[in-house]
């Protein structure tokens, strides 16, 4: 009895705590209104189910409460009704699924006209790379880096040398210009995440992934490295500035290249 | 011409023992034995119980407690999740309700290889000492969170990388090794020591959750173990199994070549299983508390083991939703997400099943049955998050965020507890023989409900602001609004009250074995086997001279026309009051 009324009154409590409560997605700056459209209809469709079956939990309890004299129905089975619930329950799954997929395949299909350039894990810092005037970034491995390649840029790959290395947890990207972010770890796994552009990937040493998004609003977003990575997990902060081109430039404009940090010798002792 | 005996007809004497320590030490009875595994898993489950507190102490206080440093606490999120859902609730499940149960609802005398089900338990407390034991090695138990995802796992920026992890998996490979041994003797003894009449579609649920949760196990733990072999290799002899050429703290490695995506689909093809190994005894126990408790057949009974055994095998095919965004082929996405969202239609059946068990039902409100309440009310939660986490695009923003801490204690952290602690009131009487008290039960209940309620919802919201998990502290924010910090310390609050709480618990089952009130031998009118043993607490061998036969399902209930409202099963067809089976 008063374990149906707790349960009816859950639900409300979740109801109220859902619409009183400040919490809820921060508010988006990318072009992932997809994946937080998915999200808003699983909540609804999931919201619902949660409180029609419990207020219907809570109404069996109290209407079949154990009173003098009662005894309960002997019903083995309802191969109808069971049919029925497991239809209806396919439909309502099928419902939030296909929205998921499509959602889904944007995520993982880059557009052509997106900027590329490679972020950078180590524990536990970023730093990030831009494919320079050439727009292909050399390539890199981990045997290559020393103190003046920080990236491990092959100093053989003529694509690499105009490459600019940003050292600094601070990236900067242009408006509404679509990126493609190459993710990319010399030590353990990471994950690139900023809350307000939803997109999220793990970086995995040994191999390269990646992540698009365009960034629809200005401003300074931070990214946290969502997967564990060690003590320094909960430090590995960065920031992602979100400005005109503008800006964008004279900010990259500071960056040197690669070669201007490794110096004309190092291409020359690859050559040789 | 060999003739030969089944198991049922057997009718040679027990070997019986004499001594006190053959009795209750190097015993071969499955009851003592799972005695002897409950008590350890609750035993170190405790252990588990306080990490949390203290990890909720660090997020609600940061940096208040000297000793909580960032390595402390990773230490503890790792211990605490991986005795929770290994040592803990496997071994409890399995170890501790499997080797209770199994034999009394089938009508045997004992498992099959008794010696086998001893060495069991001896083996698994063995891997309980060595998993203590990192506690105490030089840079403390491994702090690499419960995946044990290379090449952290094993470097040199992650705490008891060293020493830490070795006894870890070391820990690990015993217990698979204790497991595989227990469960194929459940396995064995399910198919063939069932006594006369004890058909299969006549078997309670609870054997059937058992018994499906045995064969997952049996199948996806060598996953586990193969892994943790081969990431010890990489660790003590240098293999790259899962280590690719890193530099490690500005020190280049020897390793090359490996990689750490495949380590994720070994851990997760046993990880997602694992769920599953926890969950289908708990499904099974809850639909035997619920049908007894409300004095109705469970619902469907076809249907419910249709749907253990369609959950058991896709559970196979899923593994990967837990890597969504690990880096592996992206195209996988579409495959495990539509898996997984299948899994959800069985799962929703049983739900409704539990529910309209009820309908219609002769519902005795009492500590077991409310526990069992509350596990619907927990699992329909749990249940529908995970619908956000299996649907690839929704769990981007999610995955590694408080939804997902949220989601997988609702799902299979509070929910399979609550059906624990509903048996152990609901069998507690046949096992001591001893009845518990009601007051101190419902309260137990009370707070333990809310309370985990007021933990969990909260973590969620946090989640959809994006709030990392495993993070020792979230500092200062632009997006997370001070208000957060007041939810972490009412969250606390709540988490060290239902941690106090179970004192109430144990005090209860404490007392009660010594002062509680003679119980009847099958207080709640219950029909299946372990009620009708001729002793309660039933003595070695069970059934006395004579195994129980079986005449009809186990779920006789409020039969219509029936003298009283359940026909136990042993009770012959068509005896006076009875009425003709109705499967
Ligand atoms: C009152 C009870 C409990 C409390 C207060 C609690 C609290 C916590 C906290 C604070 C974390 C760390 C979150 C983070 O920093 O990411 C955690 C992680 C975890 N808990 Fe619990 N927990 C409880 C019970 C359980 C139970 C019963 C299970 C059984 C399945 C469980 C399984 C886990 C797992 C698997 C993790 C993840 C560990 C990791 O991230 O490596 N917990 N819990
Ligand atoms: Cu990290
Ligand atoms: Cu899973």
Known sequence: MRVAVVIALLVIGSIAFHFLSPWWMTPIASNWGALDNALILTFWVCGAVFIALNLFLAYSIYRFRHREGSRATYEPENIGLERGLTFWTAVGIVLMLAPGLIAWNKYISVPDDAAILEARGQQWQ???????????????????????????????????????????????????????LLLTSTDVLHNFYVPQFRAKMDLVPGTTTYLWFTPTKKGT?????????????????GYVVVESDADFNTWLSDFPTQSELAGPAAEIAAIE | MTTYTTIAEDTRPLHHPKTWVGKYVWSQDHKVIAIQYSLTAVGVGLVALVLSGLMRLQLAFPGAI??????????????????????????????????????????ARDMVFPFVNMLSYWVYLLSVIVLLASFFVPGGPTGAGWTLYPPQAITDGTPGAGWGIITMLASLAIFIVAFTMGGLNYATTVLQARTKGMTLMRMPCTVWGIFVATILGLLAFPALFVAAIMMMLDNTIGTSFFMPSIISMGEPLSHSGGSPILFQHLFWFFG?????????????????????????NIFGYRMMVWAIIIIGVLSFIVWAHHMYVSGMNPYFGYFFATSTLIIAVPTAIKVYNWVLTLWQGDIHLRVPLLFAIGFIFTFIHGGLTGLFLGNVSVDVPLSDTYFVVGHFHMVMGVSPILVIFG?????????????????????HFWITFIGVYIIYLPMHYLGLLGVPRRYYEMGETDFVPASVQWANEIITIAALTVGAAQIIFFYNLI?????????????????SLEWQTPDTPPTHGNWGPTLPTVHRWAYDYSVPGAAQDFIPQNVPQGEPGADGDKM
Request: one cysteine or more.
């Open chain 1, 221 to 237: 977003f931070e990214i946290l490295c969502a997967e564990y990575c060690g003590v320094g997990h909960h430090a590995m902060r």
């Open chain 2, 511 to 527: 007392s009660s074995y010594f002062r509680g009130e003679k119980a009847d031998p099958n207080p709640w009118g219950a029909t």
């Open chain 2, 423 to 443: 048996a152990i009131y609901h069998w507690y009487p046949k096992i001591t023989g001893r009845m518990w008290n009601n007051v101190l039960g419902q309260l």
């Open chain 2, 272 to 296: 997602h299983p694992e769920v599953y190994i926890v969950a289908l005894p708990a499904f099974g126990i809850v639909s035997d508390i619920i049908s007894t408790h409300s004095r109705k």
């Open chain 2, 66 to 107: 000297p000793f909580i440093t960032p390595e402390a606490y990773y230490q503890f999120v790792t211990m605490h999740g991986m005795i929770m859902v290994i040592y803990l609730l496997t071994a409890l499940l399995l170890g501790g309700f499997g080797n209770y149960m199994i034999p009394l609802m089938i009508g």
């Open chain 1, 126 to 180: 970023w730093s990030f790379r831009f494919p320079g005037a050439d727009g292909v970034l050399g390539a890199s491995a981990v045997e290559h880096i020393s103190a003046d390649n920080p990236f491990g840029v092959n100093p053989g790959d003529p694509w690499g040398r105009d490459d600019i290395i940003v050292e600094s947890s601070e990236l900067h990207l242009p408006l509404n210009q679509p990126v493609k």
